[in-house]
């Protein structure tokens, strides 16, 4: 149980385009859902927190404007990468938690986004 | 916010015996969790501690005192399918997970 769907695995872009992120909770409703970044070698950092029914909350430093969250269902949040730069070339993982307060978070498989 | 530290790397033998220290320093905890993530890949959950003490799932064990904000994974005969990055994470009371930079091991035969 407990899964979570991501699409597309990877994509190549190029500068300027914009590149939408699924995520889906296949086997549980998630209120919640959670975006991380990865650069190589470096750990998870949280993007935003996407709120099922409201707008997403940012961390410092994350331009809401050039990544657009939407959470319009209890099992799909997506992620849209806004006039892409290669500097936006990451691993972008999202995650969600089944209900109950020892849940872990369940991670998608992430998607490699490269701009060229 | 939350700071977590846990070394870089660690490098053990086949059927030895690794554990990974984790310290943290939080604005309010919610539990800590153990993720292992193979390179290119997403993380997969281990271990899960709420409470002081000592949490056993198989060949994988995690402990945690919350009073020292420390926790430590501890991998028993270690096999070369264990190397990977292993991830400490704090959540908060918002149920928001930080991570640290993650320790990565190396199994040699």
């Known amino acids: 149980g407990a899964v979570v769907s991501q699409h597309p695995s990877w994509v190549i872009c190029k500068s300027g385009t914009s590149v939408k992120i699924e995520c889906r909770s296949l086997d549980f409703q998630a209120t919640t859902m959670f975006w991380y970044r990865q650069f190589p070698k470096q750990s998870l950092m949280l993007m935003a927190t996407s709120n099922e029914g409201s707008k997403a909350t940012y961390e410092q430093g994350v331009e809401k404007d050039k990544f657009l969250i939407n959470h319009a269902s209890l099992t799909l949040s997506t992620l849209t990468v806004t006039s892409a730069h290669p500097e936006d070339s990451s691993f972008y993982i999202c995650?969600?938690?089944?209900?109950?307060?020892?849940?872990?978070?369940?991670f998608g498989n992430g998607t490699r986004l490269t701009v060229t | 916010g939350q700071n977590i530290d846990q070394p870089t790397e660690m490098t053990a033998t086949e059927g030895a015996i690794v554990q990974i220290n984790c310290t943290y320093q939080t604005s309010g905890f919610n539990g800590l969790f153990w993720y292992q993530q193979h390179a290119g890949e997403a993380p997969t959950f281990l271990s899960y501690n709420v409470l002081d003490g000592l949490e056993e799932k198989g060949r994988f064990s995690s402990f945690l005192s919350r009073s020292k904000g420390y926790s430590y994974l501890l991998l028993k005969e270690l096999q070369m399918k264990d190397s990977a990055s292993y991830l400490c994470?704090?959540?908060?009371?918002?149920?928001?997970?930080?991570f640290g930079a993650g320790t990565t091991v190396t199994v040699r035969a």
């Open positions: 994470a704090v959540r908060d009371s918002d149920y928001k997970l930080s």
């Open positions: 995650s969600a938690r089944p209900p109950g307060d020892s849940s872990p978070l369940h």
